[in-house]
Nanobody, 127 residues
Framework: QVQLVESGGGLVQAGGSLRLSCAAS????????MAWFRQAPGKEREFVAI??????????YYADSVKCRFTISRDNAKNTVYLQMNSLKPEDTAVYYC??????????????????WGQGTQVTVSS
């Protein structure tokens, strides 16, 4: 059974940093792109970042709202993807989800491209 478990969320002041982790189990995802999405209260879930699969591991793409502040990375040996979040803003407050892309019929920002999702971890940024 495939399982994605996020961790590392919490409460932080504006300008602070957090590092989210997403550990995958049940199968290896080294051949799949992995991404982070987030959903703020009352808003739709939105794309945050994606990192490509092996052998081109390391190719990344970010939403404009987090570019230059967030960094996505992965450790294939640990089957884990990370999201380093710096210079956090109150508008970054949301539940953050990791996801595995297994469909290639639309853009990377579309939730329809992702077949596996974690349960989410809450990030709250106070002003």
């Amino acid at each position: 059974q495939v399982q994605l478990v996020e961790s590392g969320g919490g409460l932080v002041q504006a300008g602070g940093s957090l590092r989210l982790s997403c550990a995958a189990s049940g199968r290896t995802f080294m051949n799949y792109s992995m991404a982070w999405f987030r959903q703020a209260p009352g808003k739709e879930r939105e794309f945050v970042a994606i990192i490509s699969a092996s052998p081109s591991t390391g190719t990344t793409y970010y939403a404009d709202s987090v570019k230059c502040r967030f960094t996505i990375s992965r450790d294939n040996a640990k089957n884990t993807v990370y999201l380093q979040m710096n210079s956090l803003k109150p508008e970054d407050t949301a539940v953050y989800y990791c996801a595995v892309r297994n469909t290639y019929s639309s853009t990377v920002t579309s939730q329809s491209q992702y077949g596996y999702w974690g349960q989410g971890t809450q990030v709250t940024v106070s002003s």
